[in-house]
Structures are given as C-alpha cells and as structure tokens.
C-alpha cells in the first residue's frame, strides 16, 4: 500500500511525527502525507503504537488498521489532541481548499473535534489566492442535486458533478461532489458561510480560520513551517 517516494512529502511526515507523543488521541486526515505518516508511525513504534486515532476516510482507515494504531469513534466524549491533515491548497493567511480525495465533510468535523489542526502537505501546494489551481468541492445531497447545483451556480460559476469511472462520484457518506472554480474576486470568507447556508449543501472544501500551522516539505528535503497570525 506504499505510495511512489516523495523527498517534500517524506519531510513533511517526519516534521509531523515530532508532533505526536505517547498516549495521545490524535485525528488522522487523509492523502498521501497523512498516509506516509501512518507508516513512520508503525516504523517508530513497531508493536503496538501508544496512541489512539479517529481516521476521516475508510482509506485511512485500513492503513491505520495494517499499522496497529488503535481507532476511536469520535462519539461526543473525545477530544483529540490533535489532527493531522493534507490541503489541496493553502495561502499565507492559512486558508485551505481540501475535499480532492472526496473525505472534506469527514476532515472538518476532525479538525472541529481537536484541539490543534496542522497541515501536512508539500510548497507546491501553497499559492497567492485560493483557487488558482484547484476547483473548490462542495458536497450535496444526492436529492434534487440538479437543483442544488444551480443555486450553487449563482454564486460559482459553472459548478461540475465530479464522476468516477462514468458515474457521479459518491463520498463515503454517500453525497455528490460539485468541483467548483474560483473566480480571483472571489471573498472566500464570505463564501465559507454563505456557501454553508444553501439547502443541500452538506459541507465545502473552504477551511478558514483553524490552522495552527503548516508544514510543508521541499522538493529538496527540507521542511517550511508556517503559523498563523
């Protein structure tokens, strides 16, 4: 289950263990950092790892399961110590666009369950405005989604209904996906409520204001912390 090696994603998975410590209950995102941080986990702990885990994906799940973490339900008595998560972009004020592996209603509600959220990603993911090279994934209910889609059209232009192998992509809680663009005028503050208010909306790809800090791996190794403000 290894995924091709990566000298941006190995180092921002090493700086994301040095996070973690012995009898923590921690929140597991998904993606291929969180993924190689799973490994160096069970590498670090090969017996059984002092740590309990709420994973955000069923991917993330049976890589957890194969490296023995032991796995919480998030049942309203938990509060993580912290999640661990990918962005699919991020911006200086720390911002995110996630939701391109499909778990975005899953992430948020781990992040909303711990008590710090750090990214774990690599630079080529940080960039001047969000949306510069990724749609913004909005989850809808299956019902009605066509007239979900056009109220969600009023406010982004031209929203797609992702597919998978032909068919309409379902998330694991069994939603639709509208991949989104982002016009450069956009106010994603604004559009992180707004967008929330629509009937049929379940969740969006808009993370603000819960990152405690990033860190991004170099391509040569290296790893760039940022915090926020």
Same mark, same amino acid.
């Given at each position: 289950?290894?995924?091709?090696?990566?000298?941006?994603? !190995?180092?921002?998975?090493?700086?994301?263990?040095?996070?973690? =410590?012995?009898?923590?209950?921690?929140?597991?995102?998904?993606?291929?950092?969180?993924?190689?941080?799973?490994?160096?986990?069970?590498?670090?702990?090969?017996?059984?790892?002092?740590?309990?885990?709420?994973?955000?994906?069923?991917?993330?799940?049976?890589?957890?399961?194969?490296?023995?973490?032991?796995?919480?339900?998030?049942?309203?008595?938990?509060?993580?110590?912290?999640?661990?998560?990918?962005?699919?972009?991020?911006?200086?004020?720390?911002?995110?666009?996630?939701?391109?592996? #499909?778990?975005?209603?899953?992430?948020?509600?781990?992040?909303?369950?711990?008590?710090?959220?750090?990214?774990?990603?690599?630079?080529?993911?940080?960039?001047?405005?969000?949306?510069?090279?990724?749609?913004?994934?909005?989850?809808?209910?299956?019902?009605?989604?066509?007239?979900?889609?056009?109220?969600?059209?009023?406010?982004?232009? !031209?929203?797609?209904?992702?597919?998978?192998?032909?068919?309409?992509?379902?998330?694991?809680?069994?939603?639709?996906?509208?991949?989104?663009?982002?016009?450069?005028?956009?106010?994603?503050? =604004?559009?992180?409520?707004?967008?929330?208010?629509?009937?049929?909306?379940?969740?969006? #790809?808009?993370?603000?204001?819960?990152?405690?800090?990033?860190?991004?791996?170099?391509?040569?190794?290296?790893?760039?912390?940022?915090?926020?403000?």
């Amino acid at each position: 289950m290894s995924d091709p090696p990566s000298p941006a994603r !190995e180092a921002a998975a090493r700086a994301a263990i040095e996070l973690i =410590e012995p009898e923590m209950t921690i929140g597991l995102g998904s993606g291929r950092a969180v993924w190689r941080l799973i490994e160096l986990i069970r590498e670090r702990w090969p017996e059984a790892p002092p740590l309990r885990a709420a994973v955000a994906s069923e991917r993330t799940q049976a890589r957890a399961m194969e490296a023995g973490i032991e796995l919480v339900e998030l049942d309203g008595s938990i509060e993580l110590d912290l999640a661990l998560d990918g962005a699919d972009e991020l911006d200086a004020e720390l911002r995110l666009i996630k939701g391109g592996g #499909g778990a975005l209603l899953r992430e948020k509600i781990l992040v909303a369950a711990a008590r710090r959220f750090v990214v774990v990603a690599e630079t080529g993911k940080r960039v001047q405005r969000l949306g510069e090279g990724f749609r913004l994934p909005v989850e809808v209910v299956q019902f009605a989604w066509p007239e979900t889609r056009r109220r969600v059209a009023e406010l982004l232009p !031209e929203p797609e209904l992702r597919e998978e192998d032909g068919a309409p992509y379902e998330t694991d809680e069994g939603h639709f996906i509208l991949d989104c663009p982002l016009p450069p005028d956009a106010d994603v503050d =604004e559009l992180d409520v707004v967008l929330q208010r629509l009937p049929g909306v379940v969740e969006h #790809g808009l993370f603000i204001g819960v990152t405690e800090r990033a860190l991004l791996g170099t391509p040569e190794g290296d790893v760039e912390v940022l915090s926020a403000a």
